[in-house]
């Protein structure tokens, strides 16, 4: 499978590709060690990944306590290709025990986040330079303005952010939009069939202020590979979710009721249970990309090829209603049935007619 399609990340002219390469396996260190992977072994992957023509890869400087950057970033000058790929990173998590201003958001951190980020990609510039994780303390006039000052230097080109609430996202894109700051360009957010919850304000506010959504653990933290499987005794089978003995949390039976629905649609479509899971992720409305990781060539050709089908609307109903989460309920108010009660009966309302802004591609299907 090839990613020879390339789309905008939010509102901007950076093109990327629809499945993103994860490095947080990259490297034996922290706390991400226990399913790590050494340089030898995952230089395969990252190869590849570049063959099949991605270009969007993520890291952070916590992932392996660094180590995935300092690999990521000798594999990139290896292979020479650091003007073609776009290098994605993020800061947050403290780099060093007691020091109160080694964590966080503030602007003392994150300017030394991103100079040492620098140093281990051996790199001048990064892409795309992220907040990790929203520190709920941190001004986000005082986020932004770093941001600003950061790609007036050069050191980063496009800003975003990760695992924040849209309120906060959507004000920090508004901020942006007085010209006053470069704008948010993506948002990095947990999403699955198994967990929807973004599609009540994050999806939303991403449309409407043309932020993209890069989507992280579409595979539900391994659980929608489909290899898993309950007994007497519990959870059962290889991998990240079971390295102690057991599940890393207890799944509902609403979670195996989908994970039986994607594979009835992988069993119908003759592909993977995995393929399906992150098929749907990457053609889910607001989302850029799709955030995948791997072990070795055989798992990362698997996922690529997750977009070589198309899930016929049928079965992604079958997916929908499988997944579907009840609404809290303010958010009944703003479907189409009540909102119809809103104009005259029989009145039909919308926001464009079909077709008044046709897709833009500049290739030849």
Avoid at 199 to 208: S, Y
Wanted: include cysteine; proline fraction near 5%; glycine fraction near 12%.
């Amino acid at each position: 499978m090839s990613l020879d399609q390339y789309y905008l990340l939010g509102r901007s002219g950076l093109r990327v590709s629809r499945l993103a390469l994860g490095t947080m396996n990259f490297g034996t260190g922290g706390f991400h060690a226990a399913y790590g992977k050494a340089r030898d072994e995952i230089r395969p992957v990252f190869r590849r990944y570049l063959e099949t023509g991605g270009n969007l890869i993520d890291t952070a400087d916590f992932y392996t306590a660094g180590e995935s950057e300092t690999i990521l970033g000798d594999l990139i000058a290896e292979a020479g290709v650091r003007d073609r790929v776009v290098l994605t990173t993020k800061f947050t998590n403290s780099v060093e025990p007691g020091d109160p201003n080694a964590g966080g958001n503030g602007r003392k951190h994150m300017i030394r986040a991103v100079e040492a980020s620098l140093r281990r990609l051996r790199t001048d510039h990064i892409d795309l330079f992220l907040l990790h994780t929203w520190d709920r303390i941190t001004p986000v006039e005082e986020v932004m303005r770093t941001f600003d000052d950061l790609t007036r230097a050069g050191k980063i080109r496009y800003a975003g952010l990760s695992d924040v609430p849209a309120w906060y996202a959507a004000r920090a894109q508004t901020l942006a939009e007085t010209g006053a700051f470069p704008p948010v360009l993506c948002v990095q957010l947990p999403y699955s069939l198994i967990d929807r919850a973004i599609e009540f304000e994050h999806v939303p506010m991403g449309r409407d202020l043309g932020v993209g959504i890069t989507a992280w653990s579409p595979l539900g933290g391994g659980f929608l590979t489909g290899k898993y499987r309950r007994d007497g005794q519990g959870l059962t089978g290889p991998g990240r979710l079971d390295r102690s003995g057991s599940a890393w949390r207890s799944w509902t039976d609403r979670e195996w009721r989908i994970l039986t629905a994607a594979e009835k649609v992988a069993a119908e479509l003759g592909v993977t249970t995995a393929q399906v899971a992150v098929n749907w992720v990457a053609t889910q409305p607001g989302i850029a990309s799709a955030i995948v990781g791997a072990s070795d060539v055989r798992q990362l050709d698997g996922t690529m090829a997750a977009l070589g089908f198309e899930i016929p609307p049928e079965l992604r109903a079958v997916l929908d209603e499988a997944s579907a989460v009840t609404p809290p309920l303010v958010y009944g108010m703003f479907t189409p049935e009540y909102q119809g009660n809103l104009v005259s009966p029989g009145v039909k309302v919308g926001d464009k007619p079909a077709g008044y802004a046709p897709a833009v591609r500049n290739w030849v299907a």
